[in-house]
Nanobody, 122 residues
Framework: QVQLVESGGGFVQPGGSLRLSCAAS????????MGWYRRAPGQQRELVAS???????NYADSVKGRFTISRDIAKNTVYLQMNSLKPEDTAVYYC????????????????WGQGTQVTVSS
């Protein structure tokens, strides 16, 4: 019923930039928040950044000043601009959404994209 489709991952050298996109589609009534998480090899998934429907943003301390989250409400899309990338940013990045679907009007924050690999290496 709901799909989150990510794009924009890849390989970049330290200091480089990448921009991730995530588009939500399907039987969506309203989106309350969207965000990005990441999981590095051998580590737990962690929040990178999130933005609410009201525009409130939250960032992990490790990415503050380097990453910027933004959204296009009309397109149900969230972006993550990643600058000054470091090798420790290497991970699979997952899009997440907190939304309410049509028909049942059920709300859940357990909507995830398939993940996109970001590799930062020289």
């Amino acid at each position: 019923q709901v799909q989150l489709v990510e794009s924009g991952g890849g390989f970049v050298q330290p200091g480089g930039s990448l921009r991730l996109s995530c588009a939500a589609s399907g039987s969506i009534f309203t989106i309350y928040a969207m965000g990005w998480y990441r999981r590095a090899p051998g580590q737990q998934r962690e929040l990178v950044a999130s933005v609410t429907s009201g525009g409130s943003m939250n960032y992990a301390d490790s990415v503050k000043g380097r990453f910027t989250i933004s959204r296009d409400i009309a397109k149900n899309t969230v972006y993550l601009q990643m600058n000054s990338l470091k090798p420790e940013d290497t991970a699979v990045y997952y899009c997440n959404a907190d939304l309410r679907i049509m028909m049942t009007m059920r709300r859940s924050s357990d909507y995830w994209g398939q993940g996109t690999q970001v590799t930062v290496s020289s």
